[in-house]
């Protein structure tokens, strides 16, 4: 390597037992000693500390030169570099032009006179150079994972062209994740609204956790890859999945419990019938999650975008057909059947007030799509129930977890409903009653979901209040 071999003819023009290149790590917060040689080199090749860990934190941290000789017989010393120097003796140091956190550094741990102003004027002569090389290396290697991401690209299977769907990636991905850890992988993504993982893809035995908590992480664990450790022994490598700046969710490659992963299947994988030269070395994974992220993300976009898509139509329809009901029975079935269409979930439930001039004491249940017997005979209070809460306070109510939902303790909904949507049903200021969606599965509705019950009971509203009257 050119740049080694100048930092060994740097150390032997200035007499020097080891000369050390410092670079900063990708977060920042550490100091990588990328180049070693001399004295020790082995040992320090590749440490990484932080800069208050060193006797080099000015020059790293405030850019001027450093200089240390210690007159007296060499000891430990308090600050010194970590592994490899016992004690110091003497030392110069230069900061990298342009590069925050680096430098050049000449040390000595045996009796030795103190550096000249010559090396240090040799040092600042030649640290412009290691500049350049440093940013040179770095576009070599961007333009390197470019052209492997490229490669990986190119061997997507044409199914893949001609149906861009989030199940489709994801069977895309698949084989490319058994080639990276024949052992045992998985993918966990982000729900629409990012706030919890939820696992979509996964393999092999032992089988990867079904969800993850992000509590449980590290706490930059959508940044660094980290470990998973799993109950059945399984060691699993954690890549984070970002896309400009927001993280997608994370990718798990599994390993040996001893820790030792198996590349060899990696050379042999293939996709769609086609080698994936970018794994031969199955040593960095880096350069695939760039493109996984950003075919992850367009599929979910589309996804999303075809969602709000068919919500929108359905919301079209609705409003077509509300005009033509004449009863308030047949308009109640018609904005319950259009809401599971906006939102899918086991029952829709409107609930009406029995005479909207009052303040009710209970609501009482006028529809129930598909019937059900157990909430045809619910009549829920006011406040005291989740759509008595809803009518009282005219504001739409998101129940995930709905049995420890705080709305849905003093007075449950009847029957196994783990997740609840209700929204007010009102004409301007005017409260009529509540929709309701109930599902026997824990769920999120989305936002989108929300907005589009909300826009559905609403317009529905004011065609049923001139049935009414």
């Known amino acids: 390597m050119l740049l080694e071999e100048v930092l060994e003819w740097v150390r032997k023009q200035t007499a020097a037992q080891t000369a050390l290149l410092l670079l900063p790590t990708p977060g920042g917060t550490e100091v990588d000693f990328a180049l070693a040689v001399g004295q020790g080199a082995e040992e320090l090749r590749g440490l990484r500390l932080r800069p208050d860990e060193t006797v080099l934190d000015d020059l790293l941290q405030k850019r001027t030169v450093w200089r240390f000789y210690n007159e007296s017989e060499p000891e430990s010393h308090s600050r010194g570099v970590r592994r490899g120097f016992k004690g110091l003796q003497s030392g110069i140091g230069v900061p990298l032009p342009a590069l925050p956190t680096s430098a050049l550094v000449l040390v000595n741990r045996?009796?030795?006179?103190?550096?000249?102003?010559?090396?240090?004027?040799?040092?600042?002569?030649?640290?412009?150079?290691?500049?350049?090389?440093?940013?040179?290396?770095?576009?070599?290697?961007?333009?390197?994972?470019?052209?492997?991401?490229?490669?990986?690209?190119?061997?997507?299977?044409?199914?893949?062209?001609?149906?861009?769907?989030?199940?489709?990636?994801?069977?895309?991905?698949?084989?490319?994740?058994?080639?990276?850890?024949?052992?045992?992988?998985?993918?966990?993504?982000?729900?629409?609204?990012?706030?919890?993982?939820?696992?979509?893809?996964?393999?092999?035995?032992?089988?990867?956790?079904?969800a993850l908590d992000p509590a449980t992480l590290p706490p930059d664990w959508y940044t660094t890859p980290s470990q998973l450790n799993t109950e059945s022994g399984l060691v699993a490598k954690l890549l984070p999945l970002n896309l400009t700046g927001r993280p997608l969710g994370l990718l798990a490659l599994g390993e040996h419990a001893r820790g030792e992963s198996l590349p060899r299947a990696i050379q042999e994988a293939a996709v769609a019938g086609a080698s994936l030269p970018l794994l031969h070395e199955a040593k960095d994974f880096s350069p695939l999650l760039v493109p996984i992220a950003l075919l992850i993300a367009h599929a979910m976009l589309h996804e999303q975008l075809a969602r709000r898509s068919q919500q929108m139509a359905s919301l079209y329809e609705f409003s077509h057909r509300i005009g033509e009901v004449r009863s308030l029975e047949s308009g109640f079935a018609l904005m319950a059947n259009t809401a599971l269409q906006l939102a899918p979930a086991d029952h829709a439930v409107i609930y009406f007030a029995p005479d909207a001039s009052t303040e009710p004491e209970r609501l009482q249940p006028v529809c129930v799509s598909p019937p059900n017997e157990t909430l045809l005979r619910y009549m829920p209070g006011v406040p005291y129930s989740l759509p008595g809460w809803v009518y009282a306070f005219n504001a739409p109510l998101d129940a995930p977890d709905l049995p420890h939902h705080p709305q849905n303790l003093k007075e449950p909904l009847p029957g196994d409903f783990q997740s609840a949507l209700a929204v007010p049903l009102q004409r301007a200021e005017q409260v009529y009653g509540v929709l309701m969606l109930v599902s026997s599965a824990p769920r999120e509705f989305t936002l989108a979901e929300v907005e589009s019950l909300f826009t559905l009971a609403n317009f529905g509203m004011l065609r049923l209040q001139t049935l009414e009257s």
Do not use: K
Request: aromatic share 8%.
């Open 110 to 210: 045996r009796q030795h006179e103190p550096f000249d102003e010559n090396a240090i004027a040799l040092l600042q002569t030649i640290a412009p150079l290691f500049t350049i090389a440093v940013y040179l290396h770095g576009l070599r290697q961007a333009l390197e994972q470019h052209e492997r991401e490229r490669e990986w690209l190119r061997h997507l299977p044409e199914p893949l062209r001609e149906e861009f769907s989030l199940q489709r990636v994801l069977q895309t991905i698949e084989p490319v994740l058994r080639a990276m850890a024949p052992v045992s992988g998985g993918l966990w993504l982000y729900n629409e609204e990012r706030t919890r993982l939820l696992c979509t893809l996964h393999y092999g035995a032992p089988l990867l956790p079904a």
